[in-house]
């Protein structure tokens, strides 16, 4: 199964879409990561849907990602005692420490972590944003706050804190416990959500040990101030711009979308954008033209990967929504101005050898028109540079490491193919040449480019490149 289109796309998988059956449709339809929801998900079902996946991955010989989302802390104010109040403007409302059922005046908080983190003037960001409220007073165990924005407020709604700093890291108890089933079951890639500070990556780095992919959700102001430090301490970084609309600026979020996007290419960390990417989906079988817009212009600014959530999940259509997305892609990629932005956002590489190989040979693949560029990956770092540089020509990524192949399903352009490790550079060349021409990028009579890490399977260490001419039989030759 070959790719027409460079940006690779998520499926959230949910009720709509467990079954091997509904599984199979959507990676014929063009999803190549698999995201499970642990919000959502049990241990015994995280289990069963990665068989399911590894099941259809061995049918199409194709690798495919699984993505396991923990919850992270989920804050939420206790019930009423009529299930539900309507707070207006003006009024004072108390959130406390007594888990008495909640009143037009009161609630409890059950996240004492908050009553002592809170200043006086923060804002608390009741249900999805939809009320506010501003803390006039704070101790004895209680937040004072004045309704700015009311509304109808009911049992187990969600509480945001833009202006607060949390003592307490993005993994909860829960979590600790879906990672340790995550990393059990072979996951490829762990989101870690409400990421407020580098320290949080390093907390989950050291229970994850390299087994799997580490990718930071940026939804938290807090993570903003700390953008670049976060970047370089993760292996990627998904722009969830749901919960960034609730705690900033509505305005602000596409201009942040775009920084994310150039600081993580920059630093060569695949970058995933998400959240109401064709929301109406949902219950349509086709999208709002201002969807199609916004998945375009995540394209358009380069980013590694495009996510559904609930259009595949839980959506009426979630094969079409994949469909679409994979139809807007390759549309976008095949635009007139598409080349001219991505090199626009181009970025100079690092003063590495394995930084000026890559970038050297995007340049030479382009000058001399080759057909596809061929890299030899042991950890997946030499395939991520050549993405990095996002060439006009393929990428083939070649490692003997399926943990590898499938961590690089959610990097931009790369097509993976598993195989052993070549005994020599003639060894090397052949191989190459026969794969590019197999998996259909080459024909005989033209010419790929080769880079990989001399010696042969040293992680990092590209520090080679070599032009081939692919033979009648498919076999190379420089």
């Not at 690779?8 to 063009?30: F, V």
């Amino acid at each position: 199964m070959r790719r027409m289109r460079r940006v690779k796309i998520l499926a959230t998988l949910g009720p709509a879409s467990q079954d091997e059956k509904m599984i199979e449709e959507l990676a014929r339809a063009g999803a190549d990561v698999f995201r499970i929801n642990m919000s959502h998900a049990s241990h015994d079902v995280l289990r069963q849907t990665v068989e399911r996946i590894r099941s259809v991955e061995k049918r199409l010989n194709h690798p495919l990602g699984i993505l396991v989302d923990l919850q992270g802390p989920k804050l939420r104010v206790s019930k009423f005692a009529e299930g539900a109040i309507h707070l207006v403007a003006g009024q004072k409302f108390v959130l406390d420490s007594s888990d008495a059922p909640g009143t037009i005046d009161r609630v409890f908080l059950p996240h004492p972590e908050i009553i002592e983190s809170v200043s006086v003037g923060d804002r608390l960001l009741l249900d999805d944003g939809k009320l506010q409220l501003k803390a006039t007073k704070v101790g004895n165990g209680a937040i004072e706050t004045e309704v700015v924005y009311g509304g109808k407020l009911s049992d187990k709604k969600g509480v945001s804190l833009p202006d607060t700093l949390l003592p307490t890291g993005a993994l909860t108890e829960k979590d600790h416990a879906d990672l340790v089933e995550a990393l059990k079951n072979d996951a490829d890639w762990i989101a870690l959500s409400f990421v407020q500070r580098p320290e949080d990556i390093i907390d989950v780095r050291k229970i994850v040990q390299g087994r799997a992919g580490v990718m930071a959700k940026i939804e938290k102001p807090q993570a903003i101030e700390r953008l670049e430090e976060i970047i370089k301490l993760c292996d990627s970084i998904m722009v969830a711009r749901g919960d960034l609309g609730v705690e900033l600026p509505l305005e602000t979020v596409p201009g942040l979308q775009k920084r994310m996007i150039r600081m993580a290419r920059r630093y060569g960390k695949p970058v995933v954008v998400a959240t109401q990417m064709l929301e109406s989906m949902i219950t349509a079988p086709v999208p709002t033209r201002a969807e199609v817009s916004d998945v375009s212009i995540a394209v358009f600014e380069g980013a590694d990967a495009i996510m559904l959530s609930a259009e595949s999940a839980s959506g009426q259509y979630p094969v079409e929504a994949v469909s679409t997305m994979n139809k807007v892609a390759i549309a976008v990629e095949d635009d007139a101005n598409y080349r001219g932005i991505i090199r626009a956002a181009q970025t100079e590489p690092e003063a590495t050898a394995a930084d000026a190989i890559s970038a050297a040979t995007r340049q030479v693949a382009e000058t001399l028109d080759l057909a596809a560029i061929v890299t030899y990956t042991a950890s997946g770092s030499t395939g991520i540079r050549a993405a990095r540089e996002r060439p006009a020509k393929p990428i083939i990524a070649l490692s003997p490491n399926m943990r590898t192949i499938r961590r690089l399903s959610v990097v931009w352009g790369i097509h993976c193919v598993q195989t052993e490790d070549a005994i020599s550079l003639e060894d090397m060349v052949d191989r190459a040449c026969v794969i590019a021409y197999q998996e259909g990028f080459a024909r005989p009579g033209d010419r790929i480019a080769i880079t990989a890490g001399v010696p042969l399977g040293t992680p990092g260490a590209t520090n080679m490149l070599r032009i081939a001419f692919v033979r009648q039989d498919g076999a190379g030759s420089s």
